[in-house]
């Protein structure tokens, strides 16, 4: 009994095998996520109404860049309170820059007045984060050789919306409303100059979802305040990319269950609606298994010898809601073989092994009913493990299988037509 037993310990351990300190921090150099918690960047362009006011006022339409970077919970129970934490950046067009700065302006600030959240599913259903007037925007310098970014809140500040609570098990689609903002433009001094402006960008007929939480169970009623927001990324216009952190509870033929930490990152190349019948892509995939403290003990404890494994991953599935086909392996044929993985706790294996220079297949599925939002999330996982002494012969080899969370774990919602 005392060699399948570590058998399975060694297999769950190598499954866990990804590491803290080396894993691939893609896409976007997101980084990896924590257990529980989604963090995600969204980048898309807003068609606003700017009122210019001071010497010149006019009233024009302008594009204004919009990015939005967020923590927030991948999954949640019937009635657990929860935040989202976020941080934005409006990216103002060179022809405003050029108005401003012919008028003396170096720096832009300025309040924010009106941010809407949508979370549908949640109560309340909507949230306006700048209701109060206690969103400012900080100064920011001016560019009159290209755009300006103005940050909102502003470096090591976040936006908290929550808590929110979900009464019943489903899906919290997140989108944003109307967002509006009052601008006045800085000397060099950093003192007002005579030209400010109201910015005021509608809510879309039918705003981008951006994410979602899944809601199920009653496990915990523990509030989930997600924490160490950052610096927001840059990425592509008109994309989101996203980490997700869970634990899998995994089955090594029978003989041991663990849990085992993993991270997974893709890409949304597109946030634009996908016509009924249409392709739903997911890009960029990558990740990381994690080595566990416990899984590593134990192993030691029962195989001192133990020195390194062999992951072979053949499944990691993804099932579809309103899309086609229902369930779709994202690992080439052969699956992805990651060698010589430490025994030690914050081993990395990362899949694929050269990520993030090179990052999984595009994964497609089709759209489904025109109107509705397809939702895509994690499902489960399988391969085995070999377990190899310090000259590299193998101890012992074993399958395993890891089932999919209930509720599963989200990656990206896709709007209809």
Do not use: W
């Not at 109560?123 to 300006?148: C, Q």
């Amino acid at each position: 009994m005392l060699m399948p037993t570590f058998k399975a310990l060694l297999s769950s351990i190598l499954l866990a095998g990804a590491a803290v300190a080396a894993g691939t921090n893609g896409p976007y150099a997101l980084g990896l996520a924590p257990v529980g918690i989604e963090k995600g960047v969204f980048n898309t362009t807003l068609d606003c109404t700017v009122q210019v006011l001071g010497l010149l006022p006019l009233l024009s339409q302008y594009q204004i860049g919009f990015g939005v970077s967020a923590l927030l919970p991948g999954r949640v129970s019937v009635n657990q309170p929860f935040s989202i934490v976020a941080g934005t950046r409006l990216t103002i067009p060179r022809s405003l820059n050029n108005l401003a700065g012919v008028l003396g302006a170096k720096f832009y600030a300025g309040t924010v007045d009106s941010v809407v959240v949508n979370t549908p599913g949640a109560t309340p259903a909507s949230t306006d984060v700048a209701k109060g007037g206690n969103l400012t925007i900080p100064a920011s310098p001016l560019n009159r050789e290209g755009v300006s970014i103005l940050e909102i809140p502003g470096a090591g500040k976040s936006i908290v919306v929550g808590p929110l609570t979900a009464s019943a098990a489903g899906n919290v689609i997140i989108s944003f409303g109307a967002i509006a903002a009052s601008i006045t433009t800085l000397d060099s001094n950093k003192q007002k100059t005579l030209i400010s402006a109201k910015v005021t960008c509608p809510a879309q007929k039918r705003p981008v979802s951006l994410a979602a939480i899944t809601v199920g169970g009653t496990a915990s009623t523990k509030p989930i305040v997600p924490t160490g927001l950052g610096a927001i990324p840059t990425i592509p216009n008109g994309q989101t990319a996203g980490t997700t952190g869970f634990n899998y509870n995994c089955d090594f033929s029978g003989l041991v269950q663990g849990p085992v930490r993993v991270s997974i990152g893709a890409v949304k190349p597109s946030n634009a609606q996908v016509a009924s019948g249409g392709k739903i892509t997911l890009a960029q995939g990558q990740g990381n298994i994690i080595l566990s403290a416990t899984l590593v003990n134990r192993i030691k404890a029962i195989v001192s010898i133990a020195d390194h494994t062999s992951l072979t991953l053949t499944a990691f599935n993804l099932v579809a809601s309103n899309a086609t086909p229902a369930k779709q392996n994202i690992l080439p044929a052969g699956g992805i073989t990651v060698n010589n993985l430490p025994i030690k706790a914050g081993a990395v294996a990362v899949i694929p092994p050269t990520a993030p220079q090179t990052t999984l297949p595009d994964i497609n599925f089709t759209a489904g009913k025109s109107g509705s939002t397809a939702l895509i999330s994690i499902a489960d996982a399988a391969g085995s493990a070999s377990l190899r002494d310090v000259d590299d012969n193998e101890i012992l080899s074993i399958d395993f299988t890891c089932n999919a969370l209930s509720p599963t774990v989200p990656v990206f919602p896709y709007d209809i037509q």
